[in-house]
């Protein structure tokens, strides 16, 4: 090694280092700036979990249990269930950069299409034309748009039985603990960025195009509707703790008691609350499900009697491909009668 050089070759071999940890740390730290892992998702985690614990020691003062055990039972956290929910989410962070791969282009193709069509030379490609309120406006229609891109994803992934396998996972896990959010197949994570691009890309593409490049309006980091459901208990969805809106704002934002309910047993709560932050869509198209008070749940897959199915989600690998194998089966069901009646 040169005497001269050497000095810069070792600085730029500690960058790469440097660079390469950084980027470990980031696939593998929980706290991320995606939906409930966000501090702020966390942090009212934590803050609404006390008030309720505090709720429930005046309700029932001869209970003994701690905050910690209110907060984190370790009979849900000890489960197989919730083991897995961890060996997902950590292979999910490693998967995630391919998803990316894929979408980020994805999405400028489509915004830059759609702001061709649009654009009329007048826009700054630089800085935006917009005011303040304006923005604010053009950040709440592309979230609005963004959720109700979620609940389509969402529906069709539970009525479609090409689909249903793949999501299947995520609602075989039999305990909800925050970390429940992630265990989801990739499948599922691609179906949900393609119809988010579809349907979102556009309004952001027509954006630009008319008034240049804006910055939408964000939150500690983190855009309006995702700030607002961590704020209200985004990461208490999937948890034992139960939290209601009532019945007024039940019908307009997704309660973490709602979600509960998404993933309940019972016949009578299956197919409701597919919203992600708003709950306007479920009353729309006639999905939504709202609590009269606190009601007993258990959770996993179940058939259409509410009768449990055996799990088949035991390993990382059965999670990723059983249900490759399920819709192979799917596939044989359908092209059946195909055969029956050619022969």
């Not at 309006?224 to 019908?251: E, K, Y």
């Amino acid at each position: 090694m040169d005497a001269v050089n050497a000095p810069q070759e070792i600085a730029t071999g500690a960058d790469c280092l440097m660079q390469s940890l950084a980027r470990l740390f980031e696939l593998l730290s929980p706290f991320g700036t995606d939906s409930r892992f966000h501090w702020t998702g966390l942090a009212a985690f934590l803050i609404l979990g006390v008030a309720l614990f505090v709720v429930h020691k005046r309700r029932d003062p001869d209970d003994a249990s701690s905050l910690a055990t209110f907060l984190f039972p370790g009979d849900l956290y000890r489960t197989a269930s919730s083991w897995l929910d961890v060996k997902v989410y950590f292979a999910g962070r490693f998967i995630k950069p391919a998803i990316n791969a894929f979408a980020l282009p994805l999405n400028a193709v489509v915004m830059a299409a759609c702001a061709g069509l649009v654009f009329s030379g007048d826009a700054d490609p630089e800085a935006s034309t917009l005011g303040a309120g304006s923005i604010v406006a053009a950040t709440l229609l592309v979230a609005l748009v963004n959720d109700l891109s979620y609940y389509v994803a969402h529906r069709v992934s539970h009525e479609s039985a090409w689909l249903w396998p793949f999501h299947k996972l995520h609602h075989s896990a039999e305990v909800l603990t925050p970390i429940t959010a992630k265990r989801n197949h990739p499948v599922f994570d691609l179906l949900r960025a393609v119809i988010g691009i579809v349907m979102t890309a556009p309004i952001s593409g027509i954006i630009f195009g008319l008034f240049g490049v804006i910055e939408f309006t964000t939150i500690f980091g983190v855009t309006l509707l995702i700030a607002l459901m961590n704020v209200t208990g985004g990461a208490l969805r999937h948890s034992h703790i139960w939290l209601d809106f009532g019945p007024v704002l039940d019908r307009i934002f997704i309660s973490p008691a709602q979600h509960q309910i998404h993933h309940s047993l019972d016949p009578r709560h299956h197919d409701k609350n597919y919203g992600l932050t708003l709950a306007i869509w479920d009353w729309m198209f006639g999905t939504l499900y709202v609590p009269s008070g606190r009601e007993a749940l258990s959770f996993g897959v179940a058939d259409s009697d509410g009768t449990p199915e055996p799990q088949v989600h035991h390993t990382l690998k059965d999670a990723y491909l059983v249900p490759f194998e399920e819709v192979a089966q799917v596939r044989r069901a359908h092209s059946k009668p195909m055969v029956e009646e050619r022969a």
